[in-house]
């Protein structure tokens, strides 16, 4: 009679499981390209040097907060890029808190420009693209973000909520405007100021004067908060600036800036501004052009308006030397070009004097107290 042996096999248990997803080998490099929304996110992933995946749709930022965890368990490193825009920095801030790698880049459409579709998917494999070829190298894949710290996000939101308050001002004297001159009385600056309104009243219509009024207390409104606010931004500038330079310009192009040792020249300053020459060469032919002004709008307002004081308060400074003759003179548009050349100057001088690389005396430049 044959013998036969018999053996049991029992089925793998969880513990054994779990010690062979252990022991296989993980991916180096997991991307994930997301396309940020109110109500969804699109995440595409990219493994090491597959084929970017399909496209994962999330209702919440918790459920796309799971799947990135989820991510680190298959990979020894994870990283994710989303493009800038109002919902700010609160996913790259949790992601960070996690010790996950996030980036945060500008919004670029050359790729659904040139091929005229654009959705939600196409968005997240592109961003995933990007940051595969940004993480091997090539540096201009991405144009990164400046991630502002959260003192330093809520003193810019201070300073560009009184710019809004100013342009708010603005856009009701413009309405008010707007009656008088539709009724044929023309035209009056600051209308809706005390003395000027008392005068006004004895002009126009009654029932003109009644719609100003309407606007008139918004606007004296306006006035007082816009005061408070300058006068708290102006508190915080401390130490010596140029005259010139008044302390609310100053303490507001420091909100914009972020971090004035971030820049390693001045080139990248004039950029941040929009205040560089864009440029058309090819071969040995090169053509410059009017300024960029792809930089921070607020920081080429505040260069320049502050470059038209420089002219009055500093004359013995460098840059207003060097065009003095042009200043001098009758031409308007050389002017213009003049007092951009010195905006942009003076830019690279207060970033050379808020790193200590030139002093004050260095520069030219008269300094008072705060």
């Not at 949790?94 to 459409?109: K, W």
């Not at 971090?259 to 020459?277: Q, T």
């Not at 032919?285 to 921070?296: A, D, E, N």
């Amino acid at each position: 009679m044959n013998k036969r042996n018999y053996s049991l096999k029992t089925a793998p248990t969880a513990t054994s499981k779990e010690q062979k997803s252990q022991n296989s080998p993980k991916a180096k490099r997991i991307v994930l390209g997301v396309d940020v929304h109110l109500r969804s996110y699109q995440a595409a992933r990219k493994i090491d040097n597959s084929a970017i995946g399909p496209v994962a749709t999330f209702r919440s930022q918790a459920e796309l907060l799971l799947h990135i965890e989820n991510q680190r368990k298959l990979a020894q490193e994870v990283a994710v890029v989303y493009e800038a825009g109002p919902l700010g920095y609160v996913l790259y801030r949790e992601l960070e808190a996690e010790g996950i790698r996030c980036y945060v880049c500008g919004p670029d459409s050359q790729v659904q420009q040139s091929q005229r579709r654009k959705n939600n998917s196409i968005d997240a494999r592109n961003l995933t693209a990007n940051l595969f070829n940004y993480l091997n190298g090539n540096e201009r894949a991405l144009q990164l973000a400046r991630i502002p710290t959260p003192a330093q996000e809520q003193l810019r939101a201070q300073s560009r909520q009184e710019d809004q308050l100013v342009q708010t001002r603005k856009d009701l004297a413009a309405q008010g405007n707007a009656l008088l001159l539709g009724q044929g009385y023309g035209s009056l600056k600051n209308w809706w100021r005390p003395k000027a309104f008392s005068l006004l009243s004895q002009v126009v219509a009654p029932w003109v004067a009644e719609m100003l009024k309407n606007w008139m207390e918004l606007l004296r409104a306006l006035d007082e908060k816009i005061q408070t606010i300058k006068l708290s931004l102006a508190k915080r500038c401390q130490g010596p600036r140029p005259k010139g330079l008044g302390a609310l310009s100053l303490v507001q192009l420091e909100a914009e800036v972020l971090d004035w040792n971030r820049y390693s020249s001045g080139r990248k300053i004039g950029c941040l501004a929009g205040l560089v020459p864009s440029e058309w060469s090819t071969g040995t032919k090169q053509r410059l052009g009017s300024i960029t002004k792809v930089g921070v709008p607020a920081i080429r307002r505040i260069a320049t308006e502050a470059a038209w004081r420089m002219i009055l308060f500093q004359p013995q400074y460098k840059p207003v030397q060097k065009w003095q003759e042009v200043l001098g003179g009758t031409n308007r548009a050389l002017k213009k070009k003049a007092v951009v050349a010195i905006a942009r100057q003076l830019m690279v001088d207060l970033w050379r004097l808020q790193t200590g690389r030139l002093s004050a005396q260095e520069l030219n430049l008269i300094m008072v107290n705060a």
